[in-house]
């Protein structure tokens, strides 16, 4: 298994709602990161967990709350969110230690968030 | 994270060779080049890495320099399927503050 999977595809949901992203790999990777995509512009990265702990939070507001149950799966909670949240949502992960040098990253395919 | 240039769009056309260049000058020791594509309402996808003078695979060349302040990604003979977005990233991430760790990203558009 060489992918990356998350769940759901797409997501609408109001600004009063709890919902949460999910992200699953299977391929040993030790450590996983969210990242936040608007149209037509670069990745912009979120949370990294590195064997199961939070490693990097890019000052997320706390809307945002990142959830590593064990090392294959990653969640991303989300409450009260606002229409400014909506973007492309990407897990990613990585078998390379996160601040390696050569790390490369395997990502899933997005979860498309849209904030009503 | 080493800071990186790219053009911000390319034009081509079928069959031909695409070359993009990445500025990344302030690249450390143990930096590698890595380049990602990434279609549109996808995940970002590897390429191909590099750490010194020359790496090719089955889908690209990239091509760096002794100095490594530079790399070119080369996409021979591209195909309509080859138009995407590409990153150039240099380096690992690093702690807080580093809210960008891609660059602006090359979009390339195949003509027939």
């Known amino acids: 298994d060489t992918e990356v999977t998350q769940t759901p595809k797409h997501l609408v949901m109001g600004m009063t709602n709890k919902k949460s992203l999910k992200c699953e790999q299977h391929m040993g990777h030790r450590a996983m990161y969210w990242y936040k995509q608007k149209a037509k512009k670069p990745p912009e990265l979120m949370f990294v967990y590195s064997y199961e702990k939070l490693s990097i939070n890019e000052s997320v507001p706390s809307r945002f709350s990142p959830e590593c149950p064990n090392s294959s799966l990653l969640n991303l909670h989300l409450h009260a969110l606002q229409p400014e949240d909506s973007a492309l949502y990407l897990c990613?992960?990585?078998?390379?230690?996160?601040?390696?040098?050569?790390?490369?990253?395997?990502f899933g395919a997005g979860s498309r968030l849209t904030v009503l | 994270l080493a800071k990186t240039t790219q053009p911000i769009s390319m034009d081509s056309y079928e069959g031909q060779e695409v070359n993009i260049t990445c500025s990344h000058n302030n690249i450390a020791t143990n930096d590698y080049i890595t380049w990602y594509q990434q279609f549109p309402s996808q995940g970002p996808r590897f390429i191909i890495q590099g750490y010194k003078t020359k790496v090719t695979n089955e889908v690209a060349s990239l091509f760096i320099p002794a100095d490594r302040k530079s790399s070119t990604l080369s996409l021979p003979r591209v195909s309509l399927s080859d138009t995407a977005v590409y990153y150039c990233l240099a380096g690992a991430i690093k702690a807080a503050g580093n809210k960008l760790t891609f660059g602006g990203g090359t979009r390339v558009l195949v003509k027939p």
């Open positions: 990613a992960s990585s078998y390379g230690a996160v601040h390696s040098g050569a790390n490369v990253l395997t």
